[in-house]
Each structure stands twice: as C-alpha cells, then as structure tokens.
Nanobody, 121 residues
Framework: QVPLVESGGGFLQAGGSLRLSCAAS????????MGWFRQAPGNEREFVAAISWRGGGTEYADSVKGRFTISRDSAKNTVYLQMNNLKPEDTAVYYC??????????????WGQGTQVTVSS
C-alpha cells in the first residue's frame, strides 16, 4: 500500500490557483521531510518544494518562488501545495514524497502516484 496519496489536480486557465494535498498513512508523518516534485511530458522529474520534518523550514525551486507555498498539517498527516498565478509551463504530473528524518534530502523514501495539473494559456 502506497503511504502517500495526492489529490487536487485539475485543468484550469493561466492565472488561476489550485491546492494540492498529499495524505500520508502508515508512517510517522512528523518524522518525515515532505517534498513536491513534478514531471512534464518529455522532461525529467524536477524538484518543486519541500518542508522539513524538524522546524518546518521550506525550500522552493526558483521557478515557483513567490507563487507556490508548501505547508503541512501534522494533525491531518497531510502536506499541501498552494499554487497561485499558474502558468502553462506549470503543467505536469505532481508527486509528493517523504524522506525520513532528513533536513535537506537528496533522496526520498516514499512517493505518491501523482496528480495531473494542466494549465491552459
């Protein structure tokens, strides 16, 4: 059973907003740094944002700084990605991932199945 399940993807026009959710189960959520990645057709998977397991520090890719916000709710075992002012180049499958007790992971232990985000111009 995949311990991470994403939701919230969809189709929308440029300039719109979406909030992705990733629900974790079967793991101690507070011990994991959580990340969001995305992969567009023909491209490699790329880092989008992360929030650390201890202290809640955040990190963003330059392409999304100022537009996307990552947050986590330990009571709900869920990590969110609020995406504002979406652009067509944000179109991709978005994946969440979990890294065990690592502040700035170079690899992740668990991955979700992904959710599609499509932004039209």
């Amino acid at each position: 059973q995949v311990p991470l399940v994403e939701s919230g993807g969809g189709f929308l026009q440029a300039g719109g907003s979406l909030r992705l959710s990733c629900a974790a189960s079967g793991l101690t959520f507070s011990w994991y740094t959580m990340g969001w990645f995305r992969q567009a057709p023909g491209n490699e998977r790329e880092f989008v944002a992360a929030i650390s397991w201890r202290g809640g520090g955040t990190e963003y890719a330059d392409s999304v700084k100022g537009r996307f916000t990552i947050s986590r709710d330990s009571a709900k075992n869920t990590v969110y990605l609020q995406m504002n002012n979406l652009k067509p180049e944000d179109t991709a499958v978005y994946y969440c991932a979990a890294a065990y007790r690592t502040q700035r992971p170079t690899s992740y232990d668990y991955w979700g199945q992904g959710t599609q985000v499509t932004v039209s111009s």
